[in-house]
């Protein structure tokens, strides 16, 4: 079982920047990919990015080049450092994984942009 504790969510202001950090219990090292989801208001969750346990990683079209996720096994922690933020990446951001075949989310965490 994989828990997933996201934090460094907050409000910003348009072309600011915030790092988020996900702490996963338990090692992560034998995990293949991490991913970054978000979640507007009214509308359906997204995939922002995720990381392959080799650091090979893939970004929404609509973060490419503002945001760069990243992994540490050795700490089993992953992050997303978000710059030139929009008020449109405003929305709860969870951390997510599959291990043994299920799926584990964070609890999420805020981030709130203002123009």
């Known amino acids: 079982q994989v828990q997933l504790v996201e934090s460094g969510g907050g409000p910003v202001q348009a072309g600011g920047s915030l790092r988020l950090s996900c702490a996963a219990s338990?090692?992560?090292?034998?995990?293949?990919?991490m991913d970054w989801y978000r979640q507007a208001p009214g509308k359906q969750r997204e995939l922002v990015a995720w990381i392959t346990r080799g650091g090979s990683a893939t970004y929404a079209y609509s973060v490419k080049g503002r945001f760069t996720i990243s992994r540490d096994n050795a700490r089993n922690m992953v992050y997303l450092q978000m710059n030139s933020l929009r008020p449109e990446d405003t929305a709860v951001y969870y951390c997510?994984?599959?291990?043994?075949?299920?799926?584990?989310w964070g609890q999420g965490t805020q981030v709130t942009v203002s123009s």
């Open positions: 338990g090692s992560i090292s034998t995990i293949y990919a």
């Open positions: 997510a994984t599959a291990y043994l075949g299920e799926r584990y």
